[in-house]
């Protein structure tokens, strides 16, 4: 059997509610790829849902997104790893958007992520979606939500993500941008808005923005991060 041109990485924590979606939106892209479910120590049913696609497969490890996405691209036999959130939905021939993309400018440069959307309708979850579509076309660095993809020597060559990071998706996503073209893809995908409506839209627009200005002036990222990236199930 062929090597599947992507791997899909998906970290999961207690996701029984959103990833039967999903990973059927997933499983209705053509191209080839591979799915793999790294659970972090799910108390719900997830294992079960991600077992029941009988082409996915299941890795286990202690809870942290950075370490349970590591350890899926370790297992990884595609030439390009894309890291999609459990609650965030591709849109239709992303994956053969990916695929076309890395044969124009090579598996071992490319490194990519989709335009942003939420699911919800709500007028400031669109504001919130404009401005980190705006953010993105200025720093060309994505969040984690927006399915990031890198090719898999790419991703090995800077060392993965950072475990110790309190914004592991933005620190690789930064390191990407310096180390080469990050190309941003559309149509977007679509997110859920559970967290920022949870929190509240403002504040945790505020929680991003402070993230991101902290992360440009080179400072501990650790006190919005830690309020902004707590479980919100």
């Known amino acids: 059997m062929s090597e599947p041109a992507i791997s899909v990485i998906i970290p999961v924590y207690n996701e029984e509610a959103f990833l039967p979606r999903t990973l059927d939106h997933l499983f209705a892209q053509p191209n080839s790829f591979e799915v793999i479910v790294a659970d972090g120590g799910s108390t719900d049913g997830t294992i079960d849902v991600a077992r029941s696609f009988l082409s996915v497969r299941v890795v286990e490890s202690r809870k942290g997104r950075a370490v349970q996405m590591n350890l899926g691209a370790r297992a990884a036999l595609g030439g390009v790893l894309l890291f999609l959130h459990a609650d965030t939905l591709l849109p239709p021939g992303a994956l053969e958007r990916v695929a076309e993309l890395s044969e124009r400018v090579g598996p071992e440069r490319v490194a990519g992520a989709f335009w942003h959307s939420f699911a919800e309708r709500h007028f400031s979850l669109r ?6 579509n705006l953010r993105c076309r200025w720093t060309r660095v994505p969040y984690g939500d927006q399915a990031i993809f890198v090719g898999r020597e790419l991703f090995r060559r800077l060392g993965g993500f950072d475990e110790g990071a309190p914004a592991e998706d933005l620190e690789l996503a930064t390191r990407l941008a310096r180390a ?31 993230i991101c200005l902290r992360a440009g002036l080179g400072l501990d990222l650790s006190p919005p991060a830690q309020a902004f990236f707590k479980d919100i199930r």
């Open 127 to 132: 504001v919130v979606s404009l401005l980190d």
């Open 180 to 210: 080469g073209p990050v190309h941003l893809l559309g149509p977007p995908v679509r997110t859920s808005g559970r967290k920022f409506l949870a929190m509240g839209p403002w504040r945790a627009l505020g929680q991003c923005a402070a």
